[in-house]
């Protein structure tokens, strides 16, 4: 193995950030790296598969564990007979850490999206939730660091930017002058007038700022995608996760932006089985994927992390979790499945992945013409379904 092999687990923050571990590491050879993930107990499962599967795929290679899981589960995933070595989460983009050579900023080779890091931490205290354990407390990167980052990427020939962060929607508050992410995303925008596109990952919707608001309904080059970190659709399952908006703020947040951006797609984390959780709680969940028009959702079956509040609240049967959990992603799939549908027909500017399929600015997956180029956007007219994609 002549290049390192990194495995990206979990959320948009890790896939950036092994990108740029990927460039810092270009040079080390027979170096199997896992950035992991702890948000769930699944996601620790699929951390220790992974491990597993990499052992068996590279024997020979010096195997190294950093992430979430490497730092919430360090005993156990340093234990395991598989692992060489482990990476502090905090350390991980730090040269020094691997022993490579530091001068230059490692940056992403060319993609057609570039996935920004800008914030990381959490300075929240959600009670299912150990990423703050992972990641610390709540930290910015300043702008024109951000404008650096972006600059090299687009000379690499990316065409559209990902802002991302633990806590997005947080950026600035530790910065001189407390600026919100709608200072951050005009100052991208005016700084390069050539960049196509600009999408931000999963927000707070409480936290949107009223110049990030006006950009989301109004500025073409900031994608129609509204991704929330919902979590739950009932208001006192809500005040028991310690989650800072209500139901209504989600729905008055997301007609508001209807209104002025009819276009505008909705994304959303939900949490299925949270303690407590009774039926009329899993009602209120489920209706609302059908009010907020929840296209692209993120659900997640309960599973208590040792150390936090929900894991000692009373806990709602497996069984009871897994079908929950079933019965939202039933009702999402029908949800997707028409707003996909609504879309043939209408000729959309996609941005061409690689391996045949790309995606619209509602973030819509469109599978494009034989031979087209990664990187361009076209315009593609869809005439149909076809496995999920507009084709």
């Known amino acids: 193995m002549n290049a390192p092999h990194i495995i990206s687990l979990g959320c948009r923050m890790n896939i950036a950030e092994s990108e740029r571990m990927r ?16 948000v769930t107990g699944e996601a620790l499962r699929q951390t220790r598969q992974a491990i597993r599967r990499a052992r ?49 900023p490692p940056i992403a080779p060319a993609r057609t999206r570039a996935f920004v890091a800008v914030q990381n931490g959490c300075d929240h205290a959600c009670t299912f939730c150990v990423i703050p354990q992972g990641r610390g407390t709540s930290r910015s990167l300043a702008v024109p660091d951000v404008l650096r980052e972006i600059e090299a990427h687009l000379a690499a020939g990316v065409q559209e930017v990902v802002l991302t962060g633990v806590d997005l929607t947080s950026w600035g508050h530790d910065l001189p002058d407390a600026p919100r992410l709608g200072t951050l995303v005009a100052a991208i925008l005016a700084a390069f007038p050539a960049l196509p596109r600009l999408r931000l990952s999963s927000v707070d919707g409480i936290e949107i700022d009223p110049l ?20 739950h659709g009932a208001d006192l399952i809500l005040k028991r996760m310690k989650r800072r908006h209500l139901r209504r703020d989600a729905l008055e947040l997301v007609a508001r932006l209807k209104v002025l951006r009819p276009d505008i797609a909705t994304g959303a984390d939900l949490i299925a089985g949270f303690p407590t959780e009774d039926d009329s709680h899993h009602q209120a969940n489920l209706a609302i994927i059908d009010e907020l028009e929840i296209v692209h959702a993120h659900i997640f079956p309960f599973s208590p992390r040792p150390g936090t509040p929900a894991a000692r609240m009373p806990q709602l049967a497996r069984e009871v979790v897994k079908s929950r959990a079933a019965e939202l992603r039933a009702r999402a799939a029908t949800i997707r499945a028409r707003w996909l549908e609504s879309l043939v ?6 941005l ?7 995606y619209a600015p509602n973030y819509a997956p469109v599978a494009l013409p034989p031979g087209t180029a990664a990187g361009t956007i076209i315009d593609v007219t869809p005439s149909g379904l076809r496995e999920g994609q507009l084709a």
């Open 352 to 358: 061409a992945e690689r391996g045949g399929t790309g």
């Open 345 to 350: 027909g209408e000729t959309l500017p996609v």
């Open 56 to 104: 068996r795929d590279h024997p020979a290679a010096r195997l190294v564990v950093t992430g979430c899981a490497a730092e919430i589960d360090r005993a156990e995933i340093g234990g395991m007979a598989e692992v060489d070595g482990l990476v502090a989460n905090a350390a991980k983009l730090d040269p020094r850490s691997w022993n490579v050579p530091g001068e230059a």
């Open 212 to 231: 990030l608001f006006d950009l989301l309904a109004h500025e073409a080059r900031v994608m129609p995608h509204l991704h929330l970190s919902l979590q």
């Open 23 to 38: 460039a810092m590491l270009a040079g080390e050879r027979d170096l199997v790296v896992v950035n992991s993930c702890a």
